[in-house]
C-alpha cells in the first residue's frame, strides 16, 4: 500500500473535481420536486463505480428511490467488505444562511481546515465520505492491490429514514453477504485526534398537530375565549422536559442502558474542550441533562428536541389571528436497549395526555431506528484502529456519538453482519446546516486510510 500516497498526489485534483461534479447535483431526497435530480445522482454513482474498476454495476429499483450496488469479488473464499453509503442529502434551507449556493461547490480555507474545505450540501453527509471509498477502491484496483472482496450498496433514502432499504435487504440477502460492513458516514474529534465510532444513538421522529376552532379567528373578537393551538402547543413542548432537563415522559428511561463509572471514566480520557466546543457555537453555555458532562449528553443519554414549529401567521407585517392549527417536529435520540416503536408510543400516550380538553391531538410518525454498539475487540475495529494510527501516526480513540444511522441494526439483524463506523468528517462541518463542508484534507486522508483497512482486515481474517 505504500504508492497510495504517489497515487493521490498525482490524481487528488481529479478527485476533488469528480466529487464537486457529483455535489452540484441537488438530491433531496425529502422534496419531490427533487426527484429526478436524485435519480440522476444514482446514475453518476454508478458510473462512478464502473470507472473505479468494480463490476456487476446497477441501479437497483425499491419501492422508492434506487440502491446503486456494484463489486469486484477477486475470490469467493477471501473475505467480503460490504461498503455502505447514501447519495441523497438534506434540503439546503434556510439559503439566506448559506455564504454560497449550496450546490455550487466552492473550496475556501478556515481555521481548521487550512488545506481548504469544499463547501456544498453533501460535501461530508454522505457524498465527500462515501466517495472517498470509491477513490479508495479505484487504487486498489487499478494497482492490483485489492486483498479482499469488494460490494457496494449505496442508497438514496438514508435522509428520510431507509424506509425501502428493509425490503431490499431480505430480497437480496445473498447478493449483499458480507464479512464486514463499512461505513464512512460518521466523524472524528479532530484531525490531531484521530477516532472511531463505537456507538450510536436510536431515533424516533415524529410530528404534532394540534387543532383549535375550525377556521382562525379574530384575536381580538375571540382571543382569551377560544382555544389558542399555539400557545396549548408550547406550554405541552414545555412540560416534556423538567427543571433538571430530564425528559418527563413516564417509562423513556425504564430501558436506559447504565453505563458504568469505570466506561464513564475511559470515555472522559477523549480529548474535549468545553471552552472550544463553546466558541465554535458561539454561546455562552452549555445546556442539558443535570449530572452528565457535554460529551456524555450529546453520546450516552437519550434526548429530546423540537426540530421544527409553525402555525398562524408569519409573514411581513401584523395579522391578528388566532391559528386554528399549530404544529412540531420532534426527535428523540435514543441509547442502547430503548426500542424506537416504543418510545414513539409513550411519547404518543404522553403528549396527547398534556392537551387541554379545548384542542385535539394528532402525533404522527415519521420514521425511526435503533441504537448501536460495535465491540472493540472484533477484528474490524482492530483493523480500522491499526489504518487510522498508520496513517495519523496515532491511534484511536473509540468514541460513542450522538447521530443516528438507523439501519446499522438493521443490518446486523439481517445481514448478521457487524459494522465499523470509520467516519473523517469533523463537529464543525455543519451537516444538516447552512455551509456544510467537508475538509480537503480529511477527503483525501480518508482514501488514504481505506486502503490500509482492507489490508489488515484481509490479514487478521487469513
Not at 494510527?389 to 446486523?412: D, N
Request: hydrophobic share 35%; proline share 6%.
Amino acid at each position: 500500500m505504500e504508492d497510495i500516497n504517489n497515487y493521490i498526489n498525482t490524481h487528488k485534483d481529479r478527485f476533488i473535481n469528480e466529487l464537486v461534479e457529483l455535489l452540484k447535483l441537488p438530491s433531496i431526497s425529502a422534496d419531490t420536486a427533487y426527484s429526478q435530480d436524485v435519480l440522476e445522482t444514482a446514475k453518476a454513482v454508478k458510473q462512478s463505480l464502473i470507472e473505479a474498476g468494480c463490476e456487476n454495476a446497477e441501479i437497483c429499483e425499491t419501492k422508492g428511490y434506487p440502491v446503486v450496488y456494484a463489486d469486484k469479488i477477486i475470490d469467493p473464499k477471501l473475505p467480503t467488505v460490504l461498503v455502505y453509503g447514501h447519495y441523497d442529502v438534506q434540503p439546503p434551507d434556510p439559503l439566506n444562511l448559506w455564504d454560497s449556493p449550496p450546490f455550487e461547490p466552492v473550496i475556501k480555507t478556515t481555521k481548521l481546515h487550512p488545506d481548504g474545505a469544499i463547501f456544498a450540501r453533501g460535501a461530508c453527509d454522505d457524498k465527500g465520505q462515501f466517495f472517498m471509498h470509491v477513490k479508495a477502491v479505484e487504487f486498489m484496483i487499478k494497482n492490483n492491490q485489492l486483498p479482499c472482496n469488494v460490494k457496494f450498496m449505496i442508497e438514496g433514502e438514508e435522509e428520510v429514514g431507509s424506509d425501502s432499504l428493509a425490503g431490499f435487504l431480505a430480497e437480496n440477502k445473498e447478493k449483499l453477504k458480507n464479512d464486514i460492513i463499512l461505513i464512512s458516514d460518521t466523524g472524528m474529534i479532530s484531525n490531531q485526534d484521530p477516532s472511531i465510532t463505537t456507538g450510536l444513538r436510536g431515533l424516533s421522529y415524529v410530528e404534532v398537530e394540534v387543532t383549535g376552532a375550525n377556521r382562525d379567528l379574530h384575536s381580538g373578537i375571540y382571543g382569551g375565549a377560544a382555544p389558542n393551538p399555539i400557545n396549548v402547543l408550547a406550554k405541552m413542548i414545555a412540560a416534556l422536559h423538567d427543571e433538571n432537563n430530564h425528559i418527563t415522559i413516564p417509562g423513556f428511561y425504564d430501558k436506559v442502558q447504565i453505563i458504568s463509572d469505570e466506561e464513564r471514566a475511559e470515555m472522559a480520557k477523549a480529548p474535549f474542550d468545553l471552552e472550544e466546543y463553546k466558541e465554535s457555537l458561539d454561546i455562552d453555555d452549555v445546556m442539558g441533562e443535570k449530572g452528565y458532562t457535554t460529551p456524555e449528553r450529546f453520546g450516552i443519554r437519550p434526548t429530546l428536541d423540537v426540530n421544527g414549529i409553525w402555525g398562524g401567521y408569519t409573514g411581513e407585517g401584523a395579522k391578528t389571528v388566532i391559528a386554528s392549527k399549530a404544529y412540531a417536529k420532534i426527535s428523540m435520540r435514543l441509547v442502547p436497549d430503548q426500542d424506537w416503536h416504543e418510545i414513539t408510543r409513550l411519547f404518543t400516550e404522553y403528549f396527547t395526555s398534556l392537551a387541554p380538553k379545548s384542542v385535539k391531538v394528532k402525533v404522527t410518525p415519521h420514521h425511526g431506528g435503533q441504537a448501536y454498539v460495535t465491540p472493540i475487540d472484533s477484528e474490524g475495529y482492530q483493523a480500522a484502529a491499526k489504518a487510522i494510527e498508520k496513517t495519523f501516526g496515532k491511534s484511536p480513540v473509540p468514541q460513542r456519538t450522538g447521530g443516528s444511522i438507523p439501519i446499522v441494526a438493521l443490518f446486523e439483524k439481517v445481514l448478521e453482519s457487524k459494522t465499523i463506523l470509520l467516519g473523517f468528517g469533523l463537529d464543525s462541518d455543519a451537516i444538516h446546516s447552512p455551509n456544510e463542508h467537508f475538509g480537503v484534507f480529511n477527503f483525501l486522508k480518508g482514501i488514504e486510510t481505506i486502503p490500509y483497512f482492507y489490508k489488515y482486515y484481509a490479514e487478521l481474517k487469513a
